[in-house]
């Protein structure tokens, strides 16, 4: 059974520059979420997506962006990159919404922004 | 503010022995996730503990959970190399969804 798949798995852009990643979740899986990881902040919460529908996002500001396909395949958006914005995006899928769904952990895109 | 703590932070054990992290967390919540991440690597999901009690044990690894005491533990015992990795528990503080408030991690280290 195929894992949770990010492209791409590295990316150097810019300040300035505005960046794009995708996450394919798990066949069958609904749910997606988002979290940036660095060394400073640890993991946070960006943004998590139900069936096409943004359900909560973390406090990041308005470049940060998300969206999720019918297909389950989620895409998120950074705009006018920042340095601070480097980090690696972990996207996580899970079957359901609910508290009894376990979270798998894609390999992450690490961004670098330079 | 929905916070999520780990004691220790840093933690350099030789093989064999035997040590605990602990997780504690500032609200409420009946789900927590304990998570391993190797260096450069994702998150690879560890337990998943949903109740009040809640034990689960996974080779050398055994994780509990008090929501009373809003405490969680991941118990190490007779330590190898292989467990070198860093741990972090994970609150989910959304009754509908998966929003994960993650710890700072726990650095493991384990000599020979």
């Known amino acids: 059974k195929a894992g949770v798949t990010q492209t791409p798995r590295y990316l150097i852009k810019t300040r300035g520059q505005q960046v794009t990643l995708s996450c394919s979740p798990i066949?069958?899986?609904?749910?997606v979420s988002w979290y940036q990881q660095t060394p400073g902040q640890g993991l946070q919460f960006l943004f998590e997506?139900?069936?096409?529908?943004?359900?909560n996002k973390g406090n990041f500001p308005g470049r940060f962006s998300g969206r999720q396909f019918s297909n389950s395949r989620s895409e998120m958006n950074v705009s006018t990159l920042e340095l601070g914005d480097s980090a690696l995006y972990l996207c996580?899928?899970?079957?359901?919404?609910?508290?009894?769904?376990?979270?798998?952990f894609g390999q992450g895109t690490r961004l670098t922004v330079v | 503010e929905l916070k999520v703590e780990q004691n220790p932070l840093f933690l350099s054990m030789q093989e064999g022995k035997n040590y605990t992290i602990y997780c504690n967390y500032s609200?409420?919540?009946?789900?927590l996730y304990w998570y391993r991440q190797d260096p450069g690597k994702s998150l690879e999901s560890l337990f998943v503990?949903?109740?009040?009690?809640a034990v689960k044990q996974e080779g050398r690894l055994m994780a509990s959970l008090d929501t009373k005491a809003r405490l969680s533990t991941l118990h190490i015992t007779a330590a190898v190399h292989d467990l070198s990795a860093t741990y972090f528990c994970?609150?989910?503080?959304?009754?509908?969804?998966?929003?994960?408030?993650f710890g700072p991690g726990t650095r493991l280290s384990v000599l020979p």
């Open positions: 996580a899928s899970s079957l359901w919404l609910g508290s009894n769904t376990e979270a798998f």
């Open positions: 066949s069958g899986h609904r749910s």
């Open positions: 997506y139900f069936s096409e529908t943004q359900r």
């Open positions: 609200t409420t919540s009946d789900r």
């Open positions: 503990l949903l109740s009040n009690g």
């Open positions: 994970a609150v989910d503080f959304d009754n509908y969804g998966q929003n994960f408030v």
